[in-house]
């Protein structure tokens, strides 16, 4: 009876002390989730779904921080001297867009995000944006009007060495290939060259290919968890890996990424749970991250006040690198680095060699397609094994009918070789301190005439921030356009030029850019008085909300000192 009780008192003191391991470890991984939103993808989910629409329409759309009457007058002014300007100067290439919006979804998509949703229908109405160009030559690009506009946008950074370099690449590769046609399975032997390249680039063994970066991340993931027996995919706030599940989970993605965890990136916690925990199968790099770490990709559908902030700071990334390298190997984890965006963009050999820090695991795309579609994983060879010697029916499967498409293969190969060449490897001769002195000398002249902007740049990839407390920010992407610099959907979140610009054609963008920045000032967009600051315009939203959702709790938000226009029109 004493020893089935002493054995009954061992079990539950066991018991115990696996519960308060499993509880030491859960809040190990809690404190390693950065406290934004952009941390808890659950939590955001469940946020996102509770946010109500309004708008403001009318003259609320040029008061909506309770702007005095001059000023909404100032604004309305611009704004209607800008939506004249755009319809003169955009016709053909707007009307095209209407059109094909209605069977488009992806256009729908971009025309509804490009500002903050709830002035996305007045601005819609009176400053549509054309999506439809006719051409592109040296650095800029022409929309169906015969409108030149400097490129800003870089092709979501496929365009590294400039459009008329990709058209080349296409078109060589495409004579080279024109014998064997659209045949897939058997490969050109293009394929071959560009394996062995890759080799050399990445530093290691095996080449995949793939149809997208999605699809390169996809199976870097697949072989580490099939390699190392391991659940989850550790990936960094903020940082964007594509759209498929496991890596994109929060808002965006319907169904809940259970066996992800997103930690903040460059912290000590996050090294502890590496260190700790059992579970993981890979750790997933974006370098670009290292531009704004634990922030999502910038885009001015949510630029609702001025705390967008970003910089890159090198040592401190290039310590975190190694950090993470380190642990990795401690713990067996396969350290993955995303490059698809930023492989070839800071260096020849991307960030393995920019950074000095080589992963296990690497994804290339965009721009390694030389102009056509792909994604490419390279890896050690016993990460990239798709099968067991010693148990042949366990096996890791990637498929994909077009992998190796002889077309994106040939102009890969292009790419590949030019790579190599004098007049390509002199565009790398002193990249960061160049566009560093860019970004710095556009800072200056900014200062100089205190305009409330700034620019913040990881060598080519910059990001337009915000000095001074303003709802209105994100009004400077039509001015931008009005003076001729074409920008992607996500506005001044994100600028990428290609290598080939000239000092010539920085200093015809600066121009513009100053012009852009002076004209959105006169107009009042940055009108401010002391009541309005980041925080408030925060709350001042939140409170905007609640009145529709809960208007008790907005009316004691009130009470607070949150000052608020009147309530909005809202949608049935
Ligand atoms: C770092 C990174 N990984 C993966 C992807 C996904 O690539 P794709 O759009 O070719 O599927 C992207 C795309 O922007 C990316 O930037």
């Given at each position: 009876m004493i020893a089935s009780l002493a054995a009954a008192g061992a079990v539950s003191c066991g018991a115990l002390s696996v519960a308060a391991l499993k509880a030491r470890d859960r809040l190990a991984l809690s404190r390693a989730k950065h406290p934004s939103l952009t941390g808890h993808a659950r939590i955001a989910r469940l946020?996102?779904?509770?946010?109500?629409?309004?708008?403001?329409?009318?003259?609320?759309?040029?008061a909506s921080d309770d702007a005095p009457p001059d000023v909404a007058l100032r604004r309305r002014k611009g704004f209607s001297d800008l939506a004249q300007h755009?319809?003169?100067?955009?016709?053909?290439?707007?009307?095209?867009?209407?059109?094909?919006?209605?069977?488009?979804?992806?256009?729908?998509?971009?025309?509804?995000?490009?500002?903050?949703?709830?002035?996305?229908?007045?601005?819609?109405?009176?400053?549509?944006?054309?999506?439809?160009?006719?051409?592109?030559?040296?650095?800029?690009?022409?929309?169906?009007?015969?409108?030149?506009?400097?490129?800003?946008?870089g092709s979501y950074g496929v365009n590294l060495l400039g459009y008329d370099f990709y058209k080349d690449c296409m078109q060589r590769g495409a004579a080279e290939v024109h014998p064997l046609g659209p045949v897939l399975g058997a490969y050109h032997p293009v394929v071959a060259y560009n394996v062995s390249r890759l080799r050399e680039i990445s530093g290691l063994?095996?080449?995949?290919?793939?149809?997208?970066?999605?699809?390169?991340?996809?199976?870097?993931?697949?072989?580490?968890?099939?390699?190392?027996?391991?659940?989850?995919?550790?990936?960094?706030a903020g940082a964007y890996h594509g759209w498929w599940d496991d890596v994109q989970p929060g808002i965006g993605n319907p169904v809940p990424a259970r066996n992800t965890y997103t930690l903040t990136d460059m912290s000590e916690r996050t090294l502890r749970v590496l260190r700790k925990r059992r579970d993981i199968a890979c750790v997933l790099v974006n370098?670009?991250?290292?531009?704004?770490?634990?922030?999502?990709?910038?885009?001015?559908?949510s630029l609702v006040?001025?705390?967008?902030?970003?910089?890159?700071?090198?040592?401190a990334y290039t310590r975190w690198l190694h950090a993470l390298r380190t642990v990795c190997t401690e713990r067996g984890i396969p350290l993955i680095f995303d490059d698809v965006f930023m492989g070839f963009r800071l260096a020849p050999g991307g960030s393995a060699e920019f950074f000095g820090v080589r992963p296990d695991l690497v994804t290339y795309g965009k721009t390694v397609g030389g102009g056509f579609p792909?994604?490419?994983?390279?890896?050690?060879?016993?990460?990239?094994r798709r099968y067991r010697a010693e148990h042949p029916a366990d096996i890791c499967l990637a498929r994909g009918t077009f992998n190796a498409h002889p077309y994106v293969m040939a102009a890969m190969a292009q790419f590949l070789q030019r790579l190599e060449t004098p007049e390509?490897?002199?565009?790398?001769?002193?990249?960061?301190?160049?566009?560093?002195?860019?970004?710095?000398?556009?800072?200056?002249?900014?200062?100089?005439?205190?305009?409330?902007?700034?620019?913040?740049?990881?060598?080519?990839?910059?990001?337009?921030?915000?000095?001074?407390?303003?709802?209105?920010?994100?009004?400077?992407?039509?001015?931008?356009?009005?003076?001729?610099?074409?920008?992607?959907?996500?506005?001044?979140?994100?600028?990428?030029?290609?290598?080939?610009?000239?000092e010539d054609d920085f200093a015809a963008v600066a121009e513009r850019f100053l012009a852009a920045v002076r004209a959105m000032q006169r107009d009042g967009w940055w009108w401010t008085d002391a009541s309005i600051a980041t925080v408030p315009i925060k709350r001042r939203i939140l409170r905007e909300m609640l009145e529709?959702?809960?208007?008790?709790?907005?009316?004691?938000?009130?009470?607070?000192?949150?000052?608020?226009?009147?309530?909005?029109?809202?949608?049935?």
């Open positions: 946020v996102a779904a509770r946010v109500p629409y309004y708008e403001f329409a009318g003259e609320q759309f040029f755009y319809a003169e100067r955009f016709p053909r290439t707007r009307e095209l867009t209407g059109q094909a919006r209605t069977g488009l979804s992806d256009l729908q998509f971009t025309s509804a995000y490009r500002v903050p949703f709830q002035y996305t229908r007045f601005v819609g109405r009176h400053l549509g944006v054309g999506t439809f160009l006719q051409s592109s030559s040296g650095v800029t690009v022409t929309d169906l009007d015969g409108n030149v506009f400097y490129d800003l946008a063994d095996e080449i995949s290919f793939h149809m997208s970066g999605t699809e390169a991340v996809m199976q870097a993931v697949r072989l580490a968890r099939y390699h190392t027996g391991r659940s989850h995919v550790v990936r960094f370098p670009l991250q290292a531009l704004h770490p634990n922030a999502a990709a910038p885009s001015d559908s006040d001025s705390s967008r902030s970003a910089g890159f700071d090198r040592d792909v994604g490419v994983l390279c890896g050690k060879a016993d990460l990239m390509v490897r002199r565009l790398y001769d002193n990249l960061t301190e160049t566009w560093d002195a860019r970004a710095q000398w556009l800072n200056r002249a900014l200062a100089n005439e205190n305009l409330p902007v700034r620019v913040a740049n990881l060598s080519t990839v910059w990001t337009v921030c915000y000095t001074q407390p303003s709802r209105y920010n994100w009004m400077l992407q039509y001015y931008l356009r009005a003076e001729g610099l074409a920008l992607s959907w996500v506005g001044t979140g994100r600028l990428i030029f290609s290598l080939n610009y000239t529709l959702r809960y208007p008790m709790a907005a009316r004691l938000l009130a009470r607070n000192g949150t000052r608020v226009s009147e309530p909005k029109s809202r949608l049935a």
